[in-house]
C-alpha cells in the first residue's frame, strides 16, 4: 500500500477503504448491540419467560445478564475483526 497523497490533500484510497470497513464493522455491531437486548429483553420478554434458566425466566435473565455477555462477545468479535481488517491494509 502507498502512502502518497492524492494531489487534492485528501487521504488515499486505502486509508479510505479501511475507514469504510471500520465504519461498516462498527455499524453492524451497534446494530445487533441494540437488536439483540431490546428483541430478547424488552419484545419477546414474554415468550422467553416460559423458558428457565438456573431458576429464572429466560426473559429476564436475558435482560439483566445476557445483555452484558452479548456485549462482552461483541468487543471480542470487534478486536478480531479489526486485527484482520489492519493486517489486511497493512496498518498493525
Given at each position: 500500500?502507498?502512502?502518497?497523497?492524492?494531489?487534492d490533500g485528501g487521504e488515499t484510497s486505502?486509508?479510505?477503504?479501511?475507514?469504510?470497513?471500520?465504519?461498516?464493522?462498527?455499524?453492524?455491531?451497534?446494530?445487533?448491540?441494540?437488536?439483540?437486548?431490546?428483541?430478547?429483553?424488552?419484545?419477546?420478554?414474554?415468550?422467553?419467560?416460559?423458558?428457565?434458566?438456573?431458576?429464572?425466566?429466560?426473559?429476564?435473565?436475558?435482560a439483566h445478564q445476557g445483555a452484558i455477555y452479548v456485549f462482552i462477545?461483541?468487543?471480542?468479535?470487534?478486536?478480531?475483526?479489526?486485527?484482520?481488517?489492519?493486517?489486511?491494509?497493512?496498518?498493525?
Amino acid at each position: 500500500m502507498s502512502n502518497s497523497k492524492e494531489p487534492d490533500g485528501g487521504e488515499t484510497s486505502g486509508h479510505d477503504a479501511y475507514w469504510r470497513s471500520n465504519l461498516r464493522l462498527m455499524a453492524v455491531l451497534l446494530v445487533v448491540w441494540f437488536v439483540i437486548p431490546f428483541g430478547l429483553g424488552i419484545v419477546f420478554v414474554e415468550p422467553l419467560n416460559q423458558i428457565h434458566l438456573a431458576g429464572f425466566p429466560l426473559g429476564f435473565w436475558f435482560a439483566h445478564q445476557g445483555a452484558i455477555y452479548v456485549f462482552i462477545v461483541l468487543v471480542l468479535v470487534y478486536a478480531l475483526w479489526m486485527r484482520r481488517l489492519d493486517r489486511e491494509h497493512g496498518v498493525e
